[in-house]
């Protein structure tokens, strides 16, 4: 945590306050001031925006639709959030961004900020540890056969990835992929096709908690979902989740830490700007939202920055 920039303590100073200049480069994420550093050449007040918004000092109206109209022109991500905060499109171009050559400063930002990393480090951890959670369940089935629901999927990366690096020759292993966006749905399908798993994926275009299947999920998948949600909120949609869940099923959500807004505040800056609103929970309070649900918390695990807790739990009670 030695470049980050605290709200209490930060001071981006003008260029004739070289002390506070100082100061600014030893608390300022490097990504940042790279990013600083560019606006600054290409556009003076945008930059001079986005220090006096991040101070929460006065900015005036015209200042504020200066950045927006920036914010909107100049960046992928901008564009995304603006337009639908919960977007897959997101995530996606956070895995992919670096392939797709995205030339902004801002979407440049993004992809190396350590909150941008974590995206991938959290698809890299579920790949991880979904296939330990599979192999559990089809030690318990008497036929093998595991049901995942991937719910609010997106195109389903994580789970179409699990499928193709272990699964691919087996159809014990099947999964359900719920999502609103057909957009996102339609990719999940192409990606399965490349990855030759299609065969073992629905994708159902609907909303996952009014969604009604014909056979109850033996794991289920909230990754990314509870993010922007406060504590109730969050413990009303688990226990809409229990009734699709077999008795003995598990439920592996996650949540993002209070750890990156403390690690990378200037990141979650941007996306507030972007109307990307996160609610950040510890662990405790994840495992009391699991708790109030009606689950029973086994375990939890963490992407390498610990910017994404995935709590794992199955059904405490069941009705």
């Known amino acids: 945590m030695a470049n980050r920039v605290s709200f209490c303590q930060s001071s981006l100073s003008s260029k004739n306050k070289k002390p506070e200049k100082n100061r600014e480069n030893k608390e300022l994420s490097e990504e940042t001031l790279r990013l600083l550093k560019i606006l600054e050449k290409e556009n003076w007040e945008i930059k001079n925006f986005l220090v006096r918004s991040y101070k929460a000092l006065p900015v005036s109206p015209e200042s ?89 999927s997106g195109p389903g990366r994580d789970v179409i990835e699990v499928l193709a690096a272990h699964y691919s020759n087996t159809s014990d292993v099947r999964a359900i992929h ?49 993010c922007s949600l406060d504590f109730e909120t969050c413990v009303v949609i688990l226990k809409k989740v229990k009734k699709i869940l077999k008795k003995d099923g598990c439920l592996i959500a996650s949540n993002v830490s209070k ?35 009606g689950y029973e918390v086994k375990r939890y695990f963490t992407d390498s920055y610990g910017f994404h807790i995935m709590c794992v739990g199955t059904p405490r009670s069941y009705f």
Request: aromatic residues 12%; glycine residues 6%.
């Open 178 to 226: 719920i999502d609103k966006d057909e957009f996102a749905l339609e990719r999940g399908k192409l990606m399965a096709q490349v990855k030759k798993v299609g065969h073992l994926i629905e994708f159902i275009k609907g909303n996952f908690l009014k969604y009604n299947p014909s056979k109850k999920f033996d794991i289920v998948l909230l990754i990314g979902i509870l």
């Open 259 to 293: 750890k990156m807004f403390e690690e990378d505040p200037f990141t979650y800056h941007l996306m507030r700007l972007g109307k990307w609103k996160m609610v950040f929970k510890d662990e405790q309070e994840l495992k009391e939202i699991f708790r109030k649900a």
């Open 64 to 152: 504020k639709k200066k950045f927006y109209d920036y914010f909107i022109s100049h960046s992928a991500f901008s564009v995304a959030t603006t337009a639908n905060p919960a977007t897959s499109i997101i995530t996606e171009l956070l895995y992919d961004g670096e392939k797709l050559n995205l030339s902004s400063p801002i979407d440049e930002y993004f992809l190396l900020s350590k909150a941008g990393r974590s995206i991938k480090e959290r698809l890299k951890v579920v790949k991880e540890e979904l296939p330990k959670v599979i192999e559990e369940y089809r030690q318990k089935r008497k036929d093998r056969k595991v049901l995942i629901g991937n719910l609010g």
